[in-house]
């Protein structure tokens, strides 16, 4: 999964596994083998639907656990915004406590600015937003937040080394009914709640990082979900109205939802 290496944090420590696990199957279906392939199902339509959609916009807002050491855990959060036109643009913005960044692409070109900073740089990544995505995850080591969820076949992607699959009923995301459920994979587990009604859109997705000591976890929210003519036409082109300097991508501070402090052998 694209943005997995964020996934951190566990279940409150004040309910017991045994208690949990009572907990979960009270509420689930008898039928263990029906249960996960209605989860399958529910996850399919989400992918399906997001594939249909040619424009899409978003806000949202990350939550990233940090575990240290001396194993406190220290919690970065940021918002942002996503707009999306398929098969090649994309404009995400993220604010955060220690990063103000701005990516624009065009399908050409990937323009990174540093808005604290007044500084960005060009990269040239040709081809579609699958292709950026990949780019940013494996060459760039920058993965774009929601990364999981905009690729053409997210069902695909998500499903990928799944060995568990449980459908945990409803849950409520701000205010939407929402279908809650959840994944375990070789060295993640996961959980996605889904909308219910005939936009089935992720509302939130979080992400536990089960083989990492304590189990830290990165979690996304999405709010304010638009699609097709609701979605305000953008030229996806970058404009330099703060007259920023262009640099290397290398001398770029703090763009990542990690900041530089934060990582091995960082200064504190």
């Known amino acids: 999964m694209i943005i997995a290496q964020y996934a951190m944090r566990t279940f409150a420590a004040s309910v017991s596994s ?17 249960a996960e392939a209605d989860a399958k199902t529910l996850l399919k339509a989400m992918s399906d639907y997001l594939a249909a959609q040619k424009a899409i916009s978003f806000n949202y807002d990350t939550n990233l656990e940090v575990v240290t050491k001396d194993h406190q ?10 707009e999306l036109g398929r098969p090649d643009k994309i404009r995400a913005t993220r604010h955060g406590g220690f990063a103000d960044v701005e990516m624009v692409f065009d399908g050409k070109t990937l323009t990174v600015l540093g808005k604290d900073a007044n500084l960005y740089t060009e990269v040239d990544v040709p081809g579609t ?4 995505v990949d780019q940013l995850r494996d060459t760039l080591h920058r993965p774009l937040p929601a990364a999981d969820l905009i690729l053409p076949n997210v069902y695909a992607e998500l499903m990928r080394d799944v060995v568990d699959v449980k459908d945990l009923g409803s849950g409520v995301i701000a205010g939407t009914e929402c279908d809650h459920l959840a994944f375990r994979a070789k060295e993640v587990d996961w959980q996605i709640w889904i909308a219910q009604g005939k936009n089935p859109y992720p509302c939130r997705y979080v992400i536990t990082a089960s083989q990492v000591d304590q189990g830290p976890q990165y979690s996304i929210q999405i709010s304010d979900w638009k699609t097709g003519i609701d979605v305000i036409a953008d030229d996806f082109s970058f404009k330099n109205k703060s007259k920023a300097e262009k640099v290397d991508l290398e001398k770029l501070p703090n763009i990542d939802e990690l900041p530089n ?4 052998g960082g200064t504190k």
Do not use: D, Q, R, Y
């Open 73 to 82: 855990k220290l919690l970065l959060a940021s918002s942002g915004k996503i």
């Open 18 to 34: 045994a208690a949990l696990a009572l907990t979960i199957a009270a509420g689930m279906p008898t039928g263990a083998t029906a």
């Open 261 to 264: 402090h934060f990582t091995p």
């Open 129 to 132: 937003v699958e292709n950026l």
